[in-house]
């Protein structure tokens, strides 16, 4: 196995537990980090561009996985079933434009300079969509909201804006602050021999 592919498979795993470690809970706990799903889906974009099969493999992985976790909570642990409805298909839409807008940015771009700029508001606008896609959809399609008009709802989701979007921001931050110390490890361990 070559480095390209380890690396591949590190990261993906990585995004895999953080998966596991975080969907259980949308707005985290005490005892548990807030959801990193929407992170999660940009960054897979994002590190796993370049490998256009393993891409996409890795995204139909994701989706999978987080149907099973939310199946096992909603089945086994008890947790509310409100969102499933026939709105939930479209988290896939949802979680793919966010790995879309991730391998954009990843072909074109580089994570240095100015280039952590236009990171963060590629990030910015593409997380901004998935919430607004994610509502107006369950709005639209869900069956739960047919006696409330669109700006009562659009009031009630709004409040969640800004937690859903900068949580998603941190983790993608941090994500990217890892990478570029690893990569400066990397580099400077290359120039010491």
């Known amino acids: 196995m070559n480095n390209i592919q380890t690396k591949t498979i590190a ?16 707005f985290g706990s005490a ?3 807030p ?14 561009a ?27 642990q008890g947790v509310s079933d409100w969102c499933m409805t026939t709105a ?4 896939i839409p949802t979680y793919g434009s966010l790995w879309f807008v991730g391998r ?8 240095e300079g100015r280039g952590l700029m236009g990171l963060m508001l590629a990030a910015w606008a593409a997380n901004s969509f998935a919430f607004i ?11 739960r909201y047919e006696e409330m008009s669109t700006l009562e709802y ?14 998603a921001l941190l983790y993608i931050a941090c994500a990217v602050a890892l990478h570029m110390a690893i990569d400066i490890t990397s580099k400077q361990r290359e120039h010491s021999h």
Do not use: C, K, P
């Open 11 to 26: 990261i993906f795993a990585l995004l895999a537990a953080l998966m596991a470690a975080t969907r259980f809970n949308h």
């Open 31 to 33: 005892i548990s980090l």
């Open 133 to 143: 896609f994610s509502n107006v959809t369950f709005y639209l399609f869900s069956g």
């Open 50 to 76: 370049r490998f256009t099969r393993s891409s996409a493999v890795a995204f139909i992985v994701l989706i999978l996985e987080a149907g099973l976790i939310d199946y096992y909570a909603t089945s086994v």
């Open 104 to 111: 954009w940015f990843a072909i074109r771009h580089t994570m």
């Open 154 to 167: 659009t009031s009630r989701v709004a409040q969640y804006y800004t937690s859903y979007v900068s949580v």
């Open 35 to 48: 959801d990193a799903s929407l992170a999660i889906f940009f960054l897979g974009g994002l590190f796993l």
């Open 88 to 91: 939930y298909w479209f988290l």
